[in-house]
C-alpha cells in the first residue's frame, strides 16, 4: 500500500465521524459546508475537497507529522514502510536516466 492510500483511509474514517475534533469542532461546519455550498456559483471539485481535508487531517488528527513520523504512524511494521520504496526508486532512476538521455540529444 502506497501512502496516499493510506492517508486516504484515514481522511475517509474521519470523514464518516464527520471530521470529529474536540479542540477544533468548527472544522467539521466548515468542510461540510465546502462539500456542499449555499452559495450556487460555488462549487469545489471532488480533487479539491479530499485536498482540503487532506490538509487538515494532517493538520489537527496528526499534528503536522514529519514524513518519517507519518510512514510510522500509517506503516508501524517496518516492511510495511519498506514495500513503497522500490517502486519510488525505481520510478527515480528511470527518471534519472531518461533525463540523461534526453540532454544528450
Do not use: C, G
Not at 33 to 47: H, Q, Y
Amino acid at each position: 500500500m502506497q501512502l496516499y492510500e493510506a492517508l486516504s483511509m484515514h481522511v475517509a474514517t474521519w470523514r464518516e465521524e464527520n471530521y470529529k475534533h474536540d479542540e477544533y469542532p468548527a472544522i467539521a461546519e466548515i468542510l461540510e459546508w465546502a462539500s456542499n455550498p449555499d452559495i450556487p456559483n460555488f462549487r469545489l471539485r471532488k480533487p479539491q475537497l479530499r485536498a482540503l481535508e487532506t490538509y487538515w487531517y494532517l493538520r489537527l488528527k496528526e499534528e503536522t507529522p514529519h514524513i518519517f513520523d507519518l510512514y510510522t504512524s500509517l506503516f508501524p511494521r517496518v516492511t510495511e514502510r519498506l514495500t513503497p520504496i522500490p517502486n519510488m526508486a525505481a520510478s527515480s532512476h528511470t527518471s534519472l536516466r531518461r533525463q540523461k538521455s534526453l540532454s544528450s540529444v
